[in-house]
């Protein structure tokens, strides 16, 4: 099924408390990022980029925090946000050079929720950069198909589809669900050349304040 997609409302998006705008230089975002297993791994493995954790939980995002206390990373920012209005707030076009969405709710009851169905898909786009990567995983095959078919018939993008290998550990949920057994896959979207967005001008909205 096609799920329809309408116009994000960006400028309805009030900044996330105590937000703190970010320099418009080249850097990599994992929205859930959970405890922050994969983000201090890859932080740690790929010290020439920074990475910008969004976690919206609080309790997850206080053990992601305390764990990057132990495991000091320069180049991991931790932050404590939901994530839409923080990347309309912060974010410039074409800043980022990767997102990361790892096994994230697969909204069971309401589909219109799940990552590609989103308006704010259109968004996220815009701040990706020409040739920048989003990569998407899930143990749910019918996400990963339905992702895939909107990716084919609406957002117009190519994409890899992988199975994710037995000896992966990226995330606590990848460790549970490859000890189960169960297939896990990621598609890995990439942005190419003369991509465009009704977004492509639209500047963060730091001037604002939460409240306002």
């Not at 019918?142 to 957002?155: D, G, H, R, S, T």
Request: hydrophobic content about 35%; overall charge negative; charged content about 20%.
């Amino acid at each position: 099924m096609i799920m329809p997609i309408r116009q994000f409302q960006a400028q309805r998006m009030q900044a996330p408390r105590d937000f703190t705008p970010i320099e418009n230089t080249p850097i990599c975002v994992e929205i859930g990022a959970g405890k922050g297993k994969h983000a201090l791994l890859f932080s740690g493995q790929q010290p020439q980029h920074t990475l910008y954790a969004i976690e919206r939980t609080r309790e997850k995002f206080l053990a992601m925090q305390k764990q990057h206390g132990l495991e000091p990373r320069d180049n991991l920012i931790p932050v404590h946000a939901d994530a839409l209005p923080w990347v309309v707030h912060a974010l410039h076009p074409a800043q980022v050079e990767h997102f990361f969405i790892l096994y994230p709710n697969p909204e069971p009851h309401n589909p219109a929720q799940r990552w590609l169905n989103m308006p704010f898909f259109e968004f996220l786009l815009s701040r990706l950069h020409t040739g920048g990567t989003i990569t998407l995983a899930s143990n749910i095959p019918e996400y990963i198909e339905e992702a895939e078919q909107q990716l084919i018939n609406v957002w117009k993008l190519p994409y890899q589809k992988e199975k994710i290998a037995q000896t992966s550990a990226r995330t606590h949920f990848e460790i549970k669900y490859l000890e189960r057994g169960e297939l896990c896959q990621q598609l890995v979207i990439t942005k190419p050349e003369g991509y465009s967005t009704r977004f492509d001008e639209f500047a963060p909205l730091q001037g604002q304040v939460h409240g306002e």
